[in-house]
């Protein structure tokens, strides 16, 4: 694997101060983080994207998996910069070939999320990276990293851009493989 980089504390200033943080949404008490306004912000953006560049290009990655919807974006321009493939993480029913699925535990009750079953050609020992926009309880994430396991590939490490402390899901995740966070909250 390559070295372990992560951004300096001025970039991490610049990309957290370009994300907008939403009071009560969607429901009362949250803070919700707003990453467009990142996405919209040309120079934190491409500071986010160089460094996740830098960061993973000697991990002789053959995919980039991204966790619908926010983990599209993050991942789809990683996978491009790196020039490896991009295979979508999506909630359930929205892959239109044979899928396997997972299932996870939400706030009151479960969700699924799915794989193509030939997500990654149908090759075993390729080395996947699992990118996401933001871990708290990192339920949908462990769900995720279970599936891409199912398909007997290997799970270098966990990507996200926001660890948010308060459930601890990077804790429960790194149990399955690495974790990343470019920025603690």
Do not use: W
């Amino acid at each position: 694997m390559g070295e372990n980089k992560i951004l300096d504390e001025n970039s991490k200033k610049v990309i957290l101060d370009s994300i907008r943080s939403i009071k009560d949404f969607p429901k009362h008490g949250i803070i919700f983080k707003d990453i467009t306004t990142l996405l919209n912000n040309k120079e934190a953006f491409q500071l986010l994207m160089n460094h996740l560049e830098d960061r993973y290009k000697s991990y002789n990655l053959d995919y980039i998996a991204g966790i619908d919807s926010r983990g599209f974006i993050f991942g789809a321009a990683l996978a491009d910069r790196l020039g490896v493939g991009f295979v979508p993480v999506r909630k359930k029913g929205k892959l239109p070939s044979t899928t396997v699925c997972e299932k996870y535990e939400l706030e009151y009750g479960f969700d699924e999320v799915e794989l193509h079953l030939d997500a990654f050609n149908n090759q075993k020992n390729l080395n996947v990276l699992l990118i996401d926009d933001i871990i708290v309880s990192g339920g949908t994430a462990y769900a995720a990293a279970n599936l891409i396991k199912k398909l007997d590939v290997n799970l270098v490490e966990m990507c996200f851009l926001m660890n948010i402390h308060i459930l601890n899901g990077a804790k429960k995740l790194s149990e399955v493989a690495p974790v990343y966070s470019v920025l603690e909250i």
